[in-house]
Nanobody
Framework: VQLVESGGGLVQPGGSLTLSCAAS????????MTWVRQAPGKELERVAI????????QYSESAKGRFTISRDNAKNMLYLAMNTLKTDDTAIYYC????????????????RGQGTQVTVSS
C-alpha cells in the first residue's frame, strides 16, 4: 500500500486549498478512505470519510460545510477541497485507510501516507 499526499502549503485565513492523494498497491475502489489530520500537541483527528463508490461522505463538525472529500476511482485519487480555512486548520493532513472508520469511536488508521503540511496564517 502506498499513499502519497500533495497540495499542502501556506494560506491566509479565509483561503482555500485542495489536497490530493495518489493511491497504489491495493484495489483503491474497494476501500473506504479518510482524511485525517494532526496538529502539534493534539490527537489525530478524522476530518472526512468517503465510501468506496464516492456517494456517501461524512465530516467532522469542524470540517462540515467547509471541506469536501471526493475520489476518482479510475485514477486512484482521493481529494480534499478545503475552503474558508481557519488558523485551527493548521496541521499535517494524511490520507488513510482504516478500520471502523464510520464509527463515532474505536476507529483506527491502518495505512497512511507521509502527510502534507497545511499552515493557515496571516
Amino acid at each position: 500500500v502506498q499513499l502519497v499526499e500533495s497540495g499542502g502549503g501556506l494560506v491566509q485565513p479565509g483561503g482555500s486549498l485542495t489536497l490530493s492523494c495518489a493511491a497504489s498497491g491495493f484495489t483503491f475502489s474497494d476501500y473506504t478512505m479518510t482524511w485525517v489530520r494532526q496538529a502539534p500537541g493534539k490527537e489525530l483527528e478524522r476530518v472526512a470519510i468517503i465510501n468506496p463508490d464516492g456517494y456517501t461522505t461524512q465530516y467532522s463538525e469542524s470540517a462540515k460545510g467547509r471541506f469536501t472529500i471526493s475520489r476518482d476511482n479510475a485514477k486512484n485519487m482521493l481529494y480534499l477541497a478545503m475552503n474558508t480555512l481557519k488558523t485551527d486548520d493548521t496541521a499535517i493532513y494524511y490520507c488513510a485507510t482504516g478500520a471502523n472508520l464510520w464509527a463515532p469511536s474505536g476507529w483506527r488508521v491502518i495505512n497512511r501516507g507521509q502527510g502534507t503540511q497545511v499552515t493557515v496564517s496571516s
